[in-house]
């Protein structure tokens, strides 16, 4: 069974520091690019960042370059997002998603695989 199940939202006051999870399982995690989006009260679904695993390339949107790093760790078969300076703009549900060799286009369509999300709230 296929799965992608993200933590580590919560609540955090502006300026300060939160990791996300994203553990799979049920597929082959090595050749698969994993993605974060984002989706916000009213909003459409942004995609935030992403790592190919295949070549560890990564990808960050302009929107969080600076603030958010990806990286990942094969082995656990986790994919990380550290987030730092967190703006309350940055409140949203985050999810994770893997595509078969993906190119990070920040695109959710076409995404193989989805996770069910974590609610990250910025307070001011």
């Known amino acids: 069974e296929v799965r992608l199940v993200e933590s580590g939202g919560g609540l955090v006051q502006t300026g300060g520091s939160l990791r996300l999870s994203c553990a799979a399982s049920g597929f082959t995690f090595d050749d698969y690019t994993i993605n974060w989006f984002r989706q916000a009260p009213g909003k459409e679904r942004e995609g935030v960042s992403c790592?190919?695993?295949?070549?560890?390339?990564?990808y960050v949107s302009d929107s969080v370059k600076g603030r958010f790093t990806i990286s990942s760790d094969n082995a656990k078969r986790t994919v990380y997002l550290r987030m730092n300076t967190v703006k309350p703009e940055d409140t949203a549900v985050y999810y994770c998603?893997?595509?078969?060799?993906?190119?990070?286009?920040?695109?959710?369509?076409?995404?193989?695989?989805w996770g069910k999300g974590t609610l990250v709230t910025v307070s001011s």
């Open positions: 790592i190919r695993n295949h070549d560890g390339s990564t």
């Open positions: 998603a893997a595509d078969l060799f993906g190119y990070c286009t920040g695109d959710a369509n076409g995404m193989d695989y």
